[in-house]
């Protein structure tokens, strides 16, 4: 029997999360998924907001009316296109820890999370909640930026690394883009010019292409010369990216993309929505 796909979608009601949802309701309509809408209570800001309410009936009462509200459109909405089941569930304790062992206990095949974007990125992966969620999860998550609004993506562009991994990720990404009939790029960047990674790349073709089964996949090798994040931008600039897919195995390689290039003139490409892929 087919497992039923299913996506954990943390919200906490801001204009980021509202748009995760969103991009997790359209996705959760094209895999036949059972959604699930995760808040968690954050006692120590709540209290900063509202002292008096002491034992937090108040806030209880607020956060399950708008969650309910929230699961009630996405129903009305949603099943009637496809998605199998839409929950909302409310819990307490640290956002990050909880998030990811929900995720554990339902199963979850997918995480899509609200970002800020440039704001939650800028400094470094490791400042905030939705990063924290990506660096901790053993699961594949999709983080949305706050002002990027659901569209069927065009193109989707996979940041290769020449690993082993690629063959089960690209299979991943083949059936993302069967759904919307999109392209996908898979794009090795490189920061110098030899023949050997001309011959390389030439020889992850080779192996990889066996395993794909869709007509619309571009083989890219790009060559720039400051850094691979700076690389990546830029391809995604001029190929018109809409979503931009990684695996985040080879640490150094994640490192070099989230952190240690990382600045304002990253702004575009961590304003498109980020698929990372973790597990396999």
């Known amino acids: 029997m087919e497992r039923t796909f299913k996506i954990l979608?943390?919200?906490?009601?801001?204009?980021?999360?509202?748009?995760a949802i969103e991009y997790a309701t359209r996705l959760g309509e094209k895999y036949k998924a059972e959604l699930v809408l995760f808040h968690v209570l954050n006692r120590e800001d709540y209290g900063k907001l509202s002292p008096a309410d002491v034992s937090g009936k108040?806030?209880?009462?607020?956060?399950?009316?708008?969650?309910?509200?929230?699961?009630?459109?996405?129903?009305?909405?949603?099943i009637k296109n496809g998605l199998k089941s839409c929950i909302s569930v409310v819990t307490?304790?640290?956002?990050?820890?909880?998030?990811?062992?929900?995720?554990?206990?339902?199963?979850?095949?997918?995480?899509?999370?609200?970002?800020?974007?440039?704001?939650?990125?800028?400094?470094?992966?490791?400042?905030?909640?939705?990063?924290?969620?990506?660096?901790?999860?053993d699961r594949d998550i999709i983080v949305v930026p706050r002002k990027v609004y659901f569209k069927a993506p065009r193109k989707l562009v996979y940041a290769s690394d020449y690993l082993e991994e690629d063959k089960i990720a690209i299979q991943k990404i083949v059936e993302v883009?069967?759904?919307?009939?999109?392209?996908?790029?898979?794009?090795?960047?490189?920061?110098?010019?030899?023949?050997?990674?001309?011959?390389?790349?030439?020889?992850?073709?080779?192996?990889?292409?066996?395993?794909?089964?869709?007509?619309?996949?571009?083989?890219?090798?790009?060559?720039?010369?400051d850094d691979v994040a700076l690389g990546l931008e830029n391809y995604l600039q001029t190929a018109k990216g809409d979503i931009l897919v990684t695996l985040s195995e080879k640490?150094?390689?994640?490192?070099?993309?989230?952190?240690?290039?990382?600045?304002?003139?990253?702004?575009?490409?961590?304003?498109?929505?980020?698929?990372v892929i973790k597990s396999f």
């Open 251 to 275: 640490k150094s390689f994640f490192d070099q993309i989230f952190a240690k290039s990382l600045s304002k003139k990253m702004a575009y490409f961590i304003n498109k929505p980020l698929w």
């Open 9 to 19: 979608c943390p919200t906490d009601f801001s204009e980021c999360s509202l748009n």
């Open 92 to 137: 307490e304790g640290d956002i990050v820890k909880k998030t990811l062992t929900y995720a554990a206990e339902m199963s979850a095949n997918l995480i899509v999370v609200g970002s800020e974007g440039v704001n939650d990125f800028r400094e470094n992966i490791i400042g905030s909640r939705a990063s924290r969620i990506v660096e901790q999860s």
């Open 177 to 225: 883009a069967r759904f919307f009939d999109s392209e996908i790029d898979m794009v090795h960047v490189s920061t110098t010019h030899k023949a050997l990674d001309k011959s390389l790349h030439m020889t992850m073709v080779a192996e990889i292409e066996p395993f794909i089964k869709y007509d619309k996949v571009n083989f890219v090798l790009k060559s720039f010369r």
């Open 58 to 78: 108040n806030q209880k009462e607020f956060v399950r009316e708008k969650l309910q509200n929230l699961e009630d459109a996405v129903v009305s909405e949603a």
